[in-house]
């Protein structure tokens, strides 16, 4: 793994953003996530690499909730965001998920019109007046990802009509639009083209200015190229978490090293 | 002897099996290198045996009767038939049979007795020929079907060959049988609009199909205008689906978004129930418990509720639509992809906002299509609005009123001694073509838009 592009990282000390600790999932009796303690820093992008199945995507749940739709899962741990309980009662998960914008690994926008796919978010929580309003939004949104020189002049044509890299990036918008704080990205190229995906990560680093992201990635080339942190994950167990840099030359677990050079995947 | 004959075949079609498997065994013993497995030789053998002959038995039973009915009647002595009409020969004919079958009423002319007679013998000969022929023509086969035995006869081939003749035959007995419904259809109503003009009955507004059986009896001429009837239809249609669409549709997203998996256990086999119920006992229903409820609502509201009413049948039709209308609604809910709820729920959409603005949206083509389809069985259901609604055609759109149905009417139009030659008998077939006009448009448009609309997700 010579050929790993480690990026310059500026190693700016960012304030932590999300504090996660103890966190256990449990689908029914399966325990799919042990004991995780992790910082996540603002305006950073943070990946979490893993071989399959070692619970990257359920921990990206448990930073908005979205395990509280599964019936089979249990949450326990403590996880804060700007120092808040985000599991505490008081905390509406709603509002919460406006906060915290996700992506998923395939495409899903809205069988909507481009327009409407950016708009449902803030018209859902009332964030704008009007429609002058709305269009700012919409474009500001299509703006950041990277996709409205290419759709303004079809902003009514269906979401679905749109090829698969910009389905992607609509639904970046899409979440974009509701203004999060934490961007939450479940392998968000797995479905694209080598073309697309190299669009989605300029992208991603572009949005690391504004937000803190957390990419979930099963290509190693690609944590390293738009990640400035690192976290690896085996069979549940957070095992290390560090500088992108660092993990990539100088892992300190056994198990990371064997990952990052094919021994396990 | 139809039993004969067909064992006969059957056994003939083993034998050849049996016979051309081990022809091929025995020939790949010999050391040469078949084309087929010994199993498509057998396979070959008998189905080339099977179907001929199957269909020469069928033939022949099916035309054995209507050619012994006429040499028997052309036997009779010379001069017996003249000048009877063809009810009076039917007559006859049913005469000479029930005494051939044994039953003899009275004492019948001794020419009767001899044609049954002559009958009796023809038949005899009639089943006789046939199992000989059967077993004729099943050799014929088997030694053809023997003789293909060869290396590189290619039986696998032959085999599959006629398999899929059968395939093809039985895919396409039901578009002809739906091709002669539609004939025999158009046919009569065609020969309903040679009595009474098409205009008439399309733009008619009054219809009082009765009509003089007897020349000197004193009645109406009959009046053939379809638009009240249709009109009754589409009322109970209206009342049903304003009563099953909403009820329905809540269902499905209640049972698909919200409903504990128990519920959801409990629920769905109940609404499943309900859409097997036998629409003669929803008729029970409307008649004994919806009816009398109305009427006493109306008694204590004073509002005039006529007894039978286009409400009453409506309301329980909507009963008997809520399943079907649920039923296709939720299996559009669930063809939605799951990834588009998680989307939506991302966002911070609540449960109720996923539903209504992701998820149903998605939906609506399979939800389209299938109350459409409702529509098409409201306006064809038969038993209840029997049973329900009344019989007097009104120009009305009341649904507190009584009113007709278009099935009511071809069933009162069918009931009792009929000939089909008056327009009162007819004017059922127009009807009934009418009805299929319509419902088959429908069902055109249900699956256009269904098939138009539907999201394609992979
Ligand atoms: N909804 C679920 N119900 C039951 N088990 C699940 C569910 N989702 C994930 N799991 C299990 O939890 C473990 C972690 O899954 P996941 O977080 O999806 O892994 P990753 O994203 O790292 O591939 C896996 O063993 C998986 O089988
Ligand atoms: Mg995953």
């Not at chain 1, 990277?146 to 990036?169: H, I």
């Not at chain 2, 009453?312 to 609604?329: D, E, R």
Request: net charge neutral.
């Amino acid at each position: 793994m010579t050929d790993l592009r480690i990026v310059e990282r500026t190693v700016e000390n960012h304030a932590n953003k999300i504090t996660a600790r103890g966190v256990q999932v449990h689908y029914g009796d399966k325990h799919a996530l042990k004991d995780v303690d992790v910082d996540i820093l603002d305006k950073t992008v943070t990946a979490f690499i893993g071989p399959s199945g070692c619970g990257k995507s359920t921990f990206l749940r448990c930073l908005n909730r979205m395990n509280d739709t599964v019936a089979t899962a249990r949450v326990k741990g403590d996880i804060r965001i700007d120092g808040v309980d985000i599991y505490d009662r008081r905390v509406d998960p709603v509002q919460l998920r406006a906060k915290v914008g996700m992506v998923f690994q395939k495409p899903n926008p809205f069988p909507k019109s481009i327009y409407d796919n950016v708009a449902y978010g803030p018209k859902i929580h009332g964030l704008t007046r009007n429609k002058a309003e709305m269009d700012a939004v919409v474009e500001t949104s299509l703006r950041k990802a990277a996709l409205w020189n290419e759709v303004k002049d079809r902003l009514q044509d269906s979401g679905t009509s749109l090829s698969g890299g910009q389905q992607q990036r609509l639904c970046i918008a899409r979440a974009v639009a509701t203004s999060p704080e934490v961007l939450l990205m479940d392998e968000p190229c797995s479905a694209l083209d080598p073309i697309a995906t190299a669009q989605v990560e300029e992208l991603i680093d572009d949005l690391r200015s504004q937000f803190s992201v957390v990419i979930v990635t099963h290509s190693m080339q690609q944590a390293a190229r738009v990640s400035q942190r690192t976290a690896f994950f085996h069979l549940g167990h957070l095992v290390e978490y560090g500088e992108t840099g660092n993990i990539f030359t100088n892992p300190r677990d056994p198990r990371t090293e064997s990952y990052i050079t094919g021994r396990i995947g | 002897m139809t039993v004969i004959a067909f064992v006969l075949l059957f056994s003939a079609a083993c034998l050849g099996y049996v016979l051309n498997l081990s022809a091929a065994r025995s020939l790949r013993a010999g050391g040469a290198r078949l084309h087929s497995l010994g199993s498509f030789h057998g396979g070959f053998a008998a189905l080339l045996v099977l179907v001929p002959t199957f269909l020469f038995v069928v033939l022949w039973l099916v035309f054995q009767a209507p050619v012994i009915d006429r040499m028997t009647m052309a036997a009779l002595p010379p001069g017996t038939l003249d000048g009877l009409e063809t009810g009076a020969v039917q007559l006859i004919l049913a005469e000479i049979k029930s005494i051939a079958g044994g039953r003899i009423f009275g004492t019948p002319e001794l020419w009767k007795l001899a044609a049954a007679d002559h009958l009796t013998g023809l038949r005899a000969l009639s089943a006789n020929l046939m199992v000989g022929l059967t077993a004729a023509l099943a050799l014929v086969l088997l030694v053809i079907a023997r003789r293909t035995v060869a290396p590189d006869f290619r039986a696998r081939q032959g085999t599959e060959g006629i398999i899929k003749g059968l395939m093809i035959f039985c895919s396409t007995v039901a578009i002809f049988t739906t091709i002669g419904i539609i004939a025999s259809l158009v046919f009569e109503t065609m020969r309903f609009f040679q009595m009474v003009p098409w205009h008439e009955f399309l733009f008619g507004t009054t219809w009082e199909p009765q009509m003089p059986i007897r020349a000197d009896q004193i009645a109406a001429t009959g009046a053939f205008g379809w638009l009240p009837v249709f009109l009754g239809t589409l009322v109970i249609t209206v009342v049903a689906l304003v009563f099953a669409v909403p009820v329905g549709l809540l269902s499905a997203i209640y049972l698909n978004e919200f409903a504990s998996p128990g519920f959801r256990r409990i629920a769905k086999p109940v609404l499943e129930i309900l859409a097997g119920v036998p629409t003669v006992v929803y008729g029970f229903f409307a008649v004994l418990t919806i009816a009398p409820a109305l009427r006493s609502f109306g008694e204590m509201t004073g509002l005039p509720i006529a007894p039978n009413t286009a409400m009453a049948a409506g309301l329980v039709m909507g009963v008997m639509l809520i399943p079907f209308i649920s039923s296709f609604a939720d299996d559009a809910l669930s063809a939605v992809p799951r990834t588009l709820r998680d989307g939506a729920l991302a966002l911070g959409a609540t449960r109720a906002e996923t539903v209504m603005n992701v998820l149903f949206p998605a939906a609506i083509p399979g939800i389209v299509g299938g109350v459409l389809l409702a529509v098409s069985r409201a306006i064809g259901e038969t038993m209840i609005v029997v049973m329900a609604a009344g019989l007097i055609a009104k120009m009305t759109v009341n649904p507190l009123d009584s009113v007709t149905t278009v099935t009511v009417q071809i069933v009162t139009l069918l009931i009792g001694d009929t000939s089909f030659d008056s327009p009162k008998t007819l004017a059922a077939f127009a009807l009934g073509f009418m009805l299929f006009v319509v419902t088959l448009g429908i069902n055109v448009l249900a699956l256009g838009i269904v098939r138009k609309y539907r999201e394609v997700y992979d």
